[in-house]
């Protein structure tokens, strides 16, 4: 479990990283804060500043890290010593997936990536809704999800992102523990046909994991759907953001549609962890 003190060292680490290289890390806050355990944060202190940061996230079978090194500090290996006790870690605890994140503008990550080995994968933007009068049908239900929508939720992450049941059901259990957060079930003629999740945090709503059946796909139920919740965070006074991969042009072209522009991108490169851990 990260201290407070630790949790704001990172915090302002990060700051100053996205100020100096003009981008965004993607660090998983919500995770960072509700961490059990210390095993999967490697931090490097100098006179009592933190000068480097590597984190690791668990999504049941699949490891995700993303770090950063104080400008200033950079060149010296600190992130490659970070990284190797991470994979020490990630080899431990037997994931059988490790994706490395890193700002799709920084050179520095792809040259790191690129002497590890890397291989890219995707990229994911991160898009910003400009506001504009949106309208939106009523002929679906949107209701909080039960204990009872764990599998349709599993079902969805499955058939709709490719998702492995393991990191899906893992995903979607930690999910229910976030703050400010709604799960929503999408409800048409009686059936639950998808979900979307929204969540709220220092006046930002971020739509996370918007997905419907394949077979409900095409109607225009999508659309509606997120015009609606767009236009419900809006009224509340939040603006309005969202993650979406560029492999996925349908979503994509249903965003932009909407009003949503990509203002972020995150690469992710899979890394192949040795069995030998010379």
Known sequence: MLTIKQLKDIEILQKECERYDSLQLKLNWEMLRSRETDQFDFLKYENEELIAFLGVYSFGSTAEVCGMVKPNERRKGYFNEMFNKAKETIKDQGFKKVLLNAPASSDAAKTFLGKHGASYKFTEHQMHWQPQILEASDDFILRHATIEDIDMRVRLDIEAFGVPEEDARAME??????????????????????????????????????????????????????????????????????????????????????????????????????????
């Not at 703050?179 to 739509?207: F, H, Q």
């Not at 993650?243 to 349908?250: L, S």
Request: glycine residues 8%.
């Open 173 to 278: 259990s930690r999910i229910d523990s976030d703050e400010d957060t709604d799960m929503l079930m999408i409800i048409v003629d009686d059936n639950t046909i998808g979900k979307v999740r929204v969540k709220r945090e220092e006046g930002e709503a971020w739509i996370y994991g918007f997905s419907i059946l394949p077979e409900y796909q095409g109607k225009g139920i999508g659309r509606n759907v997120l015009r609606k919740v767009v236009n419900e965070q809006n009224e509340l006074g939040h603006s309005v953001h969202l993650e979406v991969e560029t492999k996925n042009a349908h979503a994509l072209k249903l965003y932009e549609s909407v009003g949503f522009k990509a203002v972020h991108a995150q690469d992710y490169y899979e890394y192949k962890i040795k069995t030998d851990s010379k």
